[in-house]
């Protein structure tokens, strides 16, 4: 198999490459490198079944012939998000218009990565499938959770009025080795705030709740869902709920770090919880999750600290 993957220099991205690379498929990674990074496919420059393509999937392109197409090109955090507002609404938008035109051109099948900021600040817990969402369109977050949404809508368009055969993961909260550093979001901000022996930030009071999937098993549940029949959205993360100070906690155990919590204003439109409900995952891929948080950050630590030397 031939698969492009958009957004192959990201965090997910690049590890799906790896994915697909190690069962003997060619890749093409297309990233505008707007916010994934070349060092995340440093590994992969003498492996010949491996290409790369600088290109913004805002502007059409022909990668040639392709079996399958995997849209993970979007900023993630809120970061960068919020840095990047417009380039974020269009490519959700143009972006994953111009990859589902090249689906349709070489009857490729499709894979969009959604996300859980679909569900917004959600009234409903645990999330699941059929739960249409709590989302402030116009609030700081709507950049990402709109584009989102929107990219849903387009994505099951296609499938519906031109037989696009494709597939919707809505990802919850992932982490490990090659999260970005300084990306804003609750593990890497943690990890390299305890490894470098400052204190460790909580937005509110700590009590709102994420559910962390190790990027390993995200990955298998992703893989699993690209070669189901699913067309519908499917939740792929860890049902294990922590508070924020629960993960802060975990974060010191692991690293024995002497760093103290501090306390910071929560911002505007933060989710109070979040929890996938897995149950259509286990049902229709035999997927759930086995790695834990405790050994999930060990997993993720000499990656970190790597980092954080190279920073110095």
């Not at 991205?13 to 496919?41: F, I, K, Q, R, Y």
């Not at 490894?195 to 709740?209: A, E, P």
């Not at 959205?233 to 103290?260: D, H």
Request: glycine letters at 6%; proline letters at 5%.
């Amino acid at each position: 198999m031939r698969a492009l993957i958009a957004g192959a220099a990201g965090f997910l991205g690049s590890h799906l490459a790896d994915a697909l690379l190690e069962e003997g498929n060619e890749v093409l990674g297309v990233d505008n490198l707007c916010t994934g990074s070349l060092e995340n496919l440093k590994h992969l420059s003498s492996e010949p079944r491996f290409e790369f393509l600088e290109q913004d999937i805002c502007c059409s392109f022909d990668p040639k012939r392709v079996d399958y197409v995997f849209n993970f090109a979007s900023p993630a955090s809120p970061e960068d998000y919020m840095r990047l507002g417009i380039e974020t609404l269009m490519v959700g938008s143009t972006g994953t218009r111009n990859l589902l035109d090249i689906a349709k051109k070489y009857e490729a099948k499709f894979l969009h990565a959604s996300t859980s900021e679909c569900y917004g600040d959600p009234e409903q817990h645990p999330q699941t499938e059929e739960y249409w969402g709590h989302v402030n369109p116009i609030g700081p977050r709507s950049v990402y959770d709109e584009s989102k949404r929107f990219s849903e809508a387009l994505v099951t368009a296609y499938h519906r009025y031109q037989e696009v055969d494709t597939r919707l993961v809505r990802i919850f909260n992932t982490y490990g080795p090659r999260l970005h550093l300084n990306d804003g979001r609750v593990i890497s901000n943690f990890l390299a705030q305890a490894l470098r022996g400052n204190d460790l930030t909580l937005y509110g009071d700590g009590s709102q709740t994420r559910s962390f999937c190790y990027v390993s098993d995200e990955i298998d549940g992703i893989l699993r869902l690209s070669r189901s029949d699913e067309h519908t959205p499917v939740n792929i993360g860890n049902p294990i709920e922590w508070t924020i100070l629960e993960c802060a906690k975990a974060v010191l155990r692991v690293t024995e770090s002497k760093s103290e919590i501090v306390y910071r204003p929560l911002p505007e439109d933060d989710p109070s919880q979040r929890q996938p409900d897995i149950s259509k995952a286990r049902r229709l891929l035999n997927w759930e999750p086995t790695v834990d948080l405790e050994s999930g950050l060990k997993l993720s630590l000499d990656y970190f600290r790597a980092c954080i030397e190279a920073a110095a």
